[in-house]
């Protein structure tokens, strides 16, 4: 019987045990708890009326007149000022310029006068003498036949002179040099015609003679003798070529026509001289891409340019311009463009840079056309008409 008992007491205590086991490990193993969920604010109530509406608080107002309402118009731009308009100069006049520019242009062409006085102030004018004066005139580019007609002259007068004090001898020379560069010519640029519209004058050239600024240049010339100017731009090849021609208008009060870059050359001719006759302009001046003579496509262009501003009106002048210091080989340029177009006039530029004016004299004998206006420095004012008493003054000195 007590080992029943002892055997009873065993299995409730091992019971027991495995009983707190069990409890045990399931506590372990149950699951953390949830996290809590977040404090959320309850919205805004909704305004209340009437009875229920609270008692508005006092807060800072601001009167009607702190407040800027829309007026209901279109919305203010801002606009900046306008660029201001270049002040209108004032040319010098035309009238004896050249005789005012005349220290200018002695300081580098009385070389060539000096010379000829001292190989002719010799006591004996031996044929060497005379081969030293045609070798004179030969470097200052008169040419071939002008110099050998001058050479002539000159001995024949010195014999029939006899005696050859300074002033005489500087007389001889100033009339020999005179006859040659021909005061007969007809020096003046065509701006007026019989139909009653303007003038119209072309300007040619190849690079680098500076023709886009004596087209400026003359634009001065002819505003200062009381014209009204167009300038078409048709040098549409070289870029800032039309931004440079506006410039000069602008200080002259000229209007500019131009066209796009690389555009048709003849097209911007045409509406230059088609808005001159609407504008009652007395004269258009057309400044032409600057043309290689050995380019024939190029040349062929420029007759097309003349051939097209004849349909609106006909051309009273074309101007070539050639740079002094090319010497002979300007000679070479003018008989091209000659081919081309009918020159009219010659523009020599940089004279006042050069010992070689003699070009005057050899130039007009080549085409039979005048030297009307001369280039005689970098100022708006150094373009001059072309005066043949005062050139040779300026060439022989006092």
Do not use: C, Y
Request: aromatic fraction near 2%.
């Amino acid at each position: 019987m007590d080992i029943v008992i002892l055997a009873v007491v065993i299995a409730v205590v091992v019971f027991g045990v495995l009983g707190g086991l069990i409890v045990g490990s399931r506590r372990k193993k149950q699951p953390p708890p949830p996290p809590t969920a977040p404090d959320i604010t309850a919205p805004p109530a909704e305004p209340h009326v009437g009875d229920e509406a609270e008692t508005p608080r006092e807060e800072p107002r601001r009167t009607i007149e702190e407040v800027d309402l829309p007026d209901g118009s279109a919305p203010v731009v801002v606009e900046e000022p306008p660029a201001e308009a270049p002040a209108i100069e004032i040319p010098e006049p035309t009238a004896g310029r050249l005789v005012r520019l005349r220290a200018r242009l002695s300081r580098s062409q009385n070389a060539l006068g000096k010379g000829l006085l001292v190989l002719l102030s010799r006591e004996h004018l031996d044929e060497d003498t005379w081969e030293e004066v045609e070798d004179t005139l030969l470097t200052a580019d008169v040419g071939v036949r002008p110099t050998q007609e001058l050479v002539e002259r000159l001995r024949e007068r010195v014999k029939v002179l006899g005696t050859r004090t300074p002033a005489e001898l500087r007389g001889l020379l100033r009339e020999e040099l005179i006859t040659l560069v021909d005061p007969t010519m007809d020096r003046i640029v065509r701006t007026e015609t019989e139909t009653g519209g303007p003038g119209v004058v072309m300007v040619v050239g190849v690079n680098g003679t500076g023709k886009t600024t004596t087209t400026g240049k003359l634009a001065r010339v002819l505003v200062a003798d009381g014209n009204t100017v167009v300038l078409g731009a048709a040098d549409t090849f070289r870029a800032a070529a039309a931004d440079q021609l506006q410039t000069w208008g602008e200080r002259v009060g000229a209007h500019t026509v131009r066209g796009p870059e690389g555009g048709d050359p003849a097209s911007v001719a045409f509406d230059a001289v088609k808005e001159g006759k609407e504008m009652g302009a007395g004269v258009v001046l057309i400044d032409t891409a600057g043309r290689l003579h050995t380019k024939t496509g190029l040349m062929d262009e420029l007759g097309k340019v003349k051939r097209v501003v004849e349909k609106q009106a006909p051309l009273d002048e074309v101007l070539l311009v050639l740079d002094a210091t090319t010497g002979q080989n300007g000679l070479v340029q003018a008989r091209v463009f000659a081919e081309v177009v009918d020159i009219t006039g010659i523009v020599l530029t940089k004279l006042d840079g050069t010992a070689k004016g003699g070009i005057v004299i050899a130039v007009q004998r080549e085409l039979g056309v005048p030297v009307k206006l001369i280039g005689l420095g970098e100022g708006a004012d150094d373009l001059a008409p072309f005066e043949p008493e005062a050139f040779v003054d300026a060439l022989i000195g006092e």
